[in-house]
């Protein structure tokens, strides 16, 4: 069975600072990975995902993700945090046969302090 | 890029009353669409997995008589809350598919009083 696990409920950062938020992942064949951020009651927004190739992955608004197979993880990372970027951030899963669903982690609340 | 509608996106009812929620792809024929619930400050959670033409797949624990789906056409997927109560309030988000990509609605909010 396909799972995501957020070892972090909440990840507090200043604002200027590196942030980070990490996700591993659990599938059984490659995965395809994807990362969402969701504002309050909002849908989801894409902000970038892994299929294959480079393993280094740039997104929306500055984030990028880095797919390390050996330790199965896809944090998501960016260099500077902004205030903006305060919201609920998810990592998703999905197994590369056509047609199944995404499976999400427990999401992760990203806080920037100014 | 392709766009998924939602709507409603928010409703309120009273408990026994039955709820629609439809989802749309706008500019794509979605042969699988999903729907996702969500409670506060939690993740999302599969609810079921809707094929155009066929029954949907519902996951364990989900009461496929009390949240019917309906996937009538390529770009319309319903999910109908029967009978709601005061637990069914939730955030509800469609996500519709093709080839590689998965697109999501932007939820509806459904408060049942």
């Known amino acids: 069975a396909q799972s995501v696990a957020q070892p972090e409920d909440q990840v507090n950062v200043a604002e200027g600072n590196p942030l980070t938020v990490k996700c591993t992942y659990s599938?059984?064949?490659?995965?395809?990975l994807f990362w969402y951020v969701q504002y309050p009651n909002r849908g989801l927004q894409f902000l970038l995902k892994?299929?294959?190739?480079?393993?280094l992955v740039k997104g929306s608004y500055g984030f990028e993700a880095e797919f390390n197979k050996s330790q199965t993880s896809f944090h998501l990372k960016k260099p500077s945090a902004l205030v903006s970027d305060s919201a609920l951030y998810f990592c998703a899963v999905r197994h590369t046969e056509a047609g199944t669903a995404l499976i999400f982690g427990k999401g992760t609340t990203l806080s920037v302090s100014s | 890029g392709a766009v998924v509608s939602q709507h409603p996106s928010r409703v309120i009812c009273k408990s026994g009353t039955s709820v629609k929620i439809e989802c749309r792809s706008l500019?794509?024929?979605?042969?699988?669409m999903f729907w996702y619930r969500q409670f506060p400050k939690k993740s999302l959670m599969l609810m079921a997995t809707?094929?155009?033409?066929?029954?949907?797949?519902?996951e364990q624990g989900v009461e496929k008589d009390k949240f019917l789906i309906n996937h009538a056409s390529l770009t319309l997927s319903t999910l109908t809350v029967t009978s709601a109560h005061p637990e069914d309030s939730s955030f509800y988000i469609c996500s519709a598919s093709r080839p590689g990509e998965l697109f999501f609605g932007s939820g509806t909010q459904l408060s049942v009083l």
């Open positions: 892994y299929i294959t190739g480079d393993n």
């Open positions: 500019d794509f024929q979605a042969t699988t």
């Open positions: 809707s094929n155009e033409g066929s029954k949907a797949t519902y």
């Open positions: 599938v059984s064949g490659n995965p395809y």
